[in-house]
């Protein structure tokens, strides 16, 4: 039966990494293909701009950027194995600093800033009556994006509202513009007592952005008290808010 097993030859390629600072002058280095591939070798690169293979020789330096180099060992118009090759040209720190997607912040109505990137949503304080009452509440955090390429937007949000109909009062929403996304409000609970809160843990949250490719978007967390019921909690909480790659923070 040994007779049967497909033997894959050994093969490999020089270099599998180059690392360099971004200085914008391109550099060439003669690639080697070790052992026997079993194919003709073919050389694709996700991003010619940042490196590409020539006549044996890549090329890279001129753009900051990543790019990888698929090697492909073809046989008969198919390809039989892979190897790959990363080239990472530039450190963050000497990488030209694009943009902020991010254009606007902007609090209105019960919302504060309260250090530390965190926004307060909060209820009114000056005075309250016998039953922990006062007036209804709203306000907004309204982040203006300008999305060039694919993000999700992450973000932590926790706090302690009215126990009684937490589930819709005492609301914190999302918008995507004017289209609702997302509530934040726990489910219905059994209801402790009017004057002890519900506490809401913190948790990551996260939204994609997808839609907005090459577009903008206003991003808006809506807080409302929907009445004047109860209001002596501490209310909504949203901070370490980022915009990360699709693959994740």
Known sequence: MLENRLVIPYWDVRPRRIKLPYDQVAKSFPVDILGASGGDVVFTSTDPSIAAVSDGLLTCGANAGAALIVVEAVNDGAVVSRRYMQIDIGTEAQQPVAPSPIREIAPSGYVEEVGDGVWHF??????????????????????????????????????????????????????????????????????????????????????DLWEFIGRSVTVRFVWDTKDALYQMFDGWYVGNIRLTPPWGP
């Open 122 to 207: 909060r209820y009114f304080t000056d005075w309250f009556d016998e039953w922990g009452c006062n007036i209804r509440v709203q306000g907004e955090l309204a982040i203006t994006l300008d999305l060039d390429k694919h993000y999700r937007l992450y973000f932590d949000v926790w706090g302690e509202i009215e126990s009684m109909a937490a589930h819709n009062h005492d609301c914190l929403d999302l918008y995507f513009n004017d289209k609702w996304k997302r509530n934040f409000n726990p489910p219905p609970v059994i209801y402790p007592a009017w004057n002890q809160p519900c506490v809401i843990p913190k948790r990551t949250e996260w939204v």
